[in-house]
């Protein structure tokens, strides 16, 4: 089996595992909220963001709400979250510089959303495939390692990680590529214990081979 094979075969047992256009896991209702809440899914569980954002969301329902915070009033709303002083003066950083700089909407490119305080590639990416619907890989934990598993990168960093996906899967599926693997991570391949027994993948992965090898 060649590799484009082997790719081929993956996506479709993904598909028919989890099938496509599956939304964002944060909970929101505009391009904004999912802005936030990606932000603050920074070293963060999803479900833990999801408990925050109701309240933060009341409290600061706007670009312009958010944007005249006051920082320490802010950090009591998200304080539950990892590196909340951070988060917080970020977003009220980002809030100001959509207002001021993009007329209150979220910006599109990759170009302007990293100008963004506190948003890196893997944010700007969700924002694009999720909201804009322009292809793009985000690379998180499970992405990352579970690609590795695979054989579809070499490399531990997250950008080279995903020009690396970016060159051997079809454009087309790169979007739902994220949010296959990402619930993949969470239910099957769990970083520490794995089940590759009850993998889609079990016969597509030369992770899952070698230590179907060894037992």
Not at 104 to 122: D, I, Q, W
Not at 190 to 213: D, F, G, V, W
Request: proline share 5%; charged share 30%; glycine share 6%.
């Amino acid at each position: 089996m060649t590799k484009k094979e082997r790719i081929q075969g993956i996506i479709a047992a993904l598909d028919q595992r989890y099938g496509r256009g599956q939304d964002a896991t944060l909970d929101h209702s505009s391009p904004w909220e999912l802005l936030v809440a990606t932000m603050l899914s920074a070293q963060c569980t999803d479900a833990r963001v999801n408990m925050v954002t109701p309240d933060l969301f009341r409290k600061y329902p706007s670009v312009n709400h958010m944007a005249e915070a006051v920082q320490s009033e802010l950090e009591d709303t998200i304080r539950s979250i990892g590196f909340y002083r951070a988060k917080a003066k970020n977003l009220i950083g980002c809030a100001k510089m959509i207002r001021d700089r993009f007329g209150g909407e979220v910006p599109a490119s990759l170009e302007e959303l990293t100008s963004l305080p506190g948003v890196g590639r893997k944010t700007a990416n969700v924002i694009r495939g999720h909201i804009f619907n322009d292809p793009s890989i985000v690379v998180d934990t499970h992405v990352k390692r579970i690609s590795g598993l695979l054989g579809l990168t070499k490399s531990d960093k997250p950008e080279e990680v995903e020009k690396d996906l970016m060159r051997c899967l079809p454009r087309e599926d790169w979007i739902d590529w994220n949010v296959w693997l990402i619930t993949l991570g969470r239910e099957i391949c769990i970083a520490r214990r794995p089940r590759c027994s009850e993998c889609p993948l079990e016969e597509l992965c030369p992770h899952a081979a070698r230590t179907k090898s060894k037992r």
